[in-house]
């Protein structure tokens, strides 16, 4: 099959541009050149594709910089197994040297060497994602797929290469998920029978590739489906037991990228006890913004009983007050229980904002002297004025005289 017409129409005119400058420094350097991986699988589905990625057969880091000279971008970086990274423009191109790999041991990285375009084909995780395009002049569009991942692509179906393909890395068992939960993908059957059967080996994979895996399926549009098929692969409680998702509590969530990823971690730690909360952190090697995250909301929940039978709105700041709102706000959208509901949004649109109008700059000012009252004395103020006990700068005067020095 010769695919050139899908290329040049799925691709922008930029993207074709660069690509064939691409394919004409490489034969310069005397190999031909390829498109592979998502970017053929996404033209040949009809759709466009944002990163692209080409592979050559040697001479990877002269071509890039070749590359980045005459179209005026950037070597962003060259790996001693022979891949660059490029950008030119807002356009991000990786191009890779054919390679085979072997692996030694489940989850460990293969050991990388020199191989054929077939060979690096062969070492993929899916039929559809398995196939080149050739970008050489004289063989322009041509279809390499040794896989039959064009009738995989057809039947939108995502199938490991190999009956060993999980053991080897189990990170593609999140990778299957996440191409499985896109539009017009379905699981193949045997595949999913592996990772029924492989799921474990995930325990052999790097928390750094689990998160990376799981945190680019945060970002797909259809992440909650992708998620409820983790929970019921059992994928989620191989990477750690107290791990769980629910798609039928999810709210519409709409907020930047950075909070999405947060709030997808509150998700799948929503019933995790305090005592997991250090193991899975650590499993996942959670950076500090995300651990806490993960921390509050699990505490939020431990709170939730205390929350419940609070009467005064002090108390309901007091066992509030420090946890992030993004964590509460994020815990309120996805828990069923009114009351606590109602308590988490009165401290968040009300409570937390309330400030009385003494300080302790104006009562040392005052002359009152130094010492710890202070502090008891202004969250006595505060309690107060949550409670509605007081509400003007004269009661809060007249409340401090009385606690000072008592009587009227
Ligand atoms: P998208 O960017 O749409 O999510 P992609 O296919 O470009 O999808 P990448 O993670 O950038 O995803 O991977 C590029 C290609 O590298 C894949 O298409 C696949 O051929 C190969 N690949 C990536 N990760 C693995 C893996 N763990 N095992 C085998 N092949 C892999």
Known sequence: ??????????????????????????????????????AVRDVLKGQSSGDLDTMVEHRCSEIAYAVAEKLGGTVLKVTRFGTAALDIGAIQIDIS??????????????????????????RR????????????????????????????LENGVVRVLHNQSFQDDAT???????FAGREGYQLDEYTERLIRRDVRYLETVSGERIRHEIERIFLEP????????????KVLQAIHPALGFDQSIVPPITCDLDDLNL???????RQVSPEDVEPITTRLMLDSVRAAFVNDIVSIRAIVPSLRLSKFNSETYYLLEGLQPL???????????????KRIRLYLDELRCVRPSITGESLLAEGVPEGPWIGQLLKSLLAARLDGDISSYEEEVEFVRRTLWGGS
């Open 1 to 38: 099959m010769n695919a050139s017409s899908v290329v040049k129409e799925h691709l922008d005119d930029e993207q074709f541009r660069i690509l064939n400058e691409i394919a004409a420094i490489s034969a310069a350097f005397g190999t031909n050149c390829y498109l592979v991986g998502g």
């Open 97 to 122: 040297t054919a390679r085979r790999e072997t692996y030694e041991k489940s989850g460990a990285l293969p050991k990388v060497f020199p191989g054929t375009i077939d060979q690096d084909l062969a």
């Open 125 to 152: 995780d899916f039929t559809i994602n398995a196939m080149a395009i050739s970008l050489s002049r004289d063989s322009f569009g041509d279809l390499i797929d040794h896989h039959d991942g064009m009738s995989d």
């Open 172 to 178: 593609r068992i999140l990778r299957a998920i996440r």
């Open 222 to 233: 259809t992440s909650s489906a992708m998620l409820q098929v983790a929970n019921d692969l």
């Open 263 to 269: 709030i997808f971690y509150g998700l799948i730690t």
């Open 327 to 341: 964590a509460l706000g994020a815990y309120a959208t996805f828990t069923d229980d009114a009351e606590a509901v």
